[in-house]
């Protein structure tokens, strides 16, 4: 005997309930799509009872790092589905950036990854990852300089 979990549609439309089901399936499948990493801590935790630190534990890499990943995962997850942009710098200075500096720009600021990654994925060396972000940061104004370009430390 085959019992059914979804409502039947009432003759009108849709079922309130069924829909509301289909919703949330369709959010999980996109966070499980979208963010993979998210999505195996969100389980971990929930059904496994699991901390961060046993999650850490359980990938081979540190809390901190469990903990920045999901902060990330969470702030693009949230901005995503809000909607909103993240504006990290003005049109008029992106424009002003090379091809090369604005793929680090992209992969750094914009998708949230950590140095390494974006040396990785952009096939150069840690350093000179590091050292773009550096002078993107001095160049877009994101390294605690005012307007005038003078440091808030002096």
């Not at 990654?117 to 000179?128: E, F, N, V, W, Y």
């Amino acid at each position: 005997m085959q019992r059914d979990f979804l409502p039947e549609a009432e003759p009108g439309g849709e079922s309130s309930v069924r829909t509301g089901i289909l919703e949330a399936l369709n959010r999980v499948a996109f966070l499980y799509l979208d963010y993979p990493k998210l999505f195996d801590a969100l389980i971990r935790r929930i059904y496994l009872y699991q901390n961060q630190s046993e999650i850490a534990r359980s990938r081979g890499v540190t809390r901190a790092a469990v903990s920045k990943e999901l902060r990330q995962g969470v702030t693009n997850m949230m901005t995503r589905e809000l909607g909103l942009k993240t504006p990290v710098a003005k049109p008029d200075k992106l424009l002003g950036l090379t091809p090369e500096e604005f793929a680090v720009y992209k992969i750094m600021f914009l998708d949230g990854c950590s140095v390494r990654s974006t040396a990785a994925q952009l096939g150069i060396s840690k350093s000179k990852a590091a050292r773009m972000g550096q002078i993107l940061r001095r160049k877009l104004g994101k390294n605690g300089t005012v307007k005038n370009g003078v440091s808030k430390k002096s």
